[in-house]
């Protein structure tokens, strides 16, 4: 299994979603994920963390609210911002850093 601190290491960027399953913005995201993924395709990796499941990454990266979404490349944050975004605004977001 891979190391989460392996994964945003990668040269491609990582667009991490730190959510919680109790919460309902969080829920809005995931189709908007999946949307995003096809459509990017190999381009970026998006991942997924429950904070109830991984509360050090939690309190290691300072996630306060849900969803929050960071872009990682090469082990370094990139963007973060908090609450449900557009499919069109994470792509934006992403693009620079490919």
Avoid at 9 to 31: I, N, R, Y
Avoid at 33 to 55: F, M, P, S, Y
Wanted: hydrophobic share 40%; aromatic share 10%.
């Amino acid at each position: 299994m891979e190391n989460f601190e392996d994964i945003i290491k990668s040269e491609k960027p990582v667009l991490v979603d730190f959510f919680a399953t109790w919460c309902g913005p969080c829920q809005m995201m995931h189709p908007i994920l999946e949307d995003l993924h096809a459509k990017i395709g190999d381009k970026a990796r998006i991942i997924k963390i429950d904070i109830d499941k991984n509360q050090d990454l939690a309190v290691k990266y300072n996630v306060r609210s849900v969803p929050t979404l960071m872009i990682f490349k090469d082990g370094e944050t990139k963007w973060r911002s908090v609450g449900v975004h557009r499919e069109t605004q994470l792509e934006q977001e992403l693009e620079k850093y490919y």
